[in-house]
C-alpha cells in the first residue's frame, strides 16, 4: 500500500519558517517525482514544487520563489519543504504526492497538514 504523509504544519507568524515533511512509503522512491501542492480554504489546488531525481527540482508557483527550497532524502524516503519569509497568504492545507515526473498527474497523495500564517 503506497502511503504518503504530510507533516509539520502548524500557527506561524508572518516572516516565520516552517518546514514540513512528507514520508512516503510503499513505492520504488526513485521512480517518483514528489510534489507539494497546496489548498487554501475557497481556492482552487496550487502546485508549490517538486522534486525527482530525473527533473531536479521544479517550482509551480512563482510566488514561492525565493523563499521556499524542497529536498529529499532518498535513503529515508522522506521529501521537505522549507518554507522561508511566510506570508498569511501562503495559508492552506499542504499536501506531498507522488507522480511520474514533476509535470505528470498526480497518481498518490495523503492527508495535509494545516500550515496558518497569522499578519
Known amino acids: 500500500e503506497v502511503q504518503l504523509q504530510a507533516s509539520g504544519g502548524g500557527l506561524v507568524q508572518a516572516g516565520g519558517s516552517l518546514r514540513l515533511s512528507c514520508a512516503a512509503s510503499?513505492?520504488?522512491?526513485?521512480?517518483?517525482?514528489i510534489d507539494w501542492f497546496r489548498q487554501a480554504p475557497g481556492k482552487e489546488r496550487e502546485g508549490v514544487l517538486c522534486?525527482?531525481?530525473?527533473?531536479?527540482?521544479?517550482y509551480h508557483a512563482d510566488s514561492v520563489k525565493g523563499r521556499f527550497t524542497i529536498s529529499s532524502d532518498n535513503v529515508k524516503k522522506m521529501v521537505y519543504l522549507q518554507m522561508n519569509s511566510l506570508k498569511p497568504e501562503d495559508t492552506a492545507a499542504y499536501y506531498c504526492?507522488?507522480?511520474?515526473?514533476?509535470?505528470?498527474?498526480?497518481?498518490?497523495w495523503g492527508e495535509g497538514t494545516l500550515v496558518t500564517v497569522s499578519s
Open positions: 522534486i525527482s531525481s530525473s527533473d531536479g527540482t521544479t
Open positions: 510503499g513505492l520504488t522512491f526513485d521512480d517518483y517525482a
Open positions: 504526492a507522488a507522480k511520474r515526473g514533476c509535470l505528470g498527474v498526480m497518481d498518490y
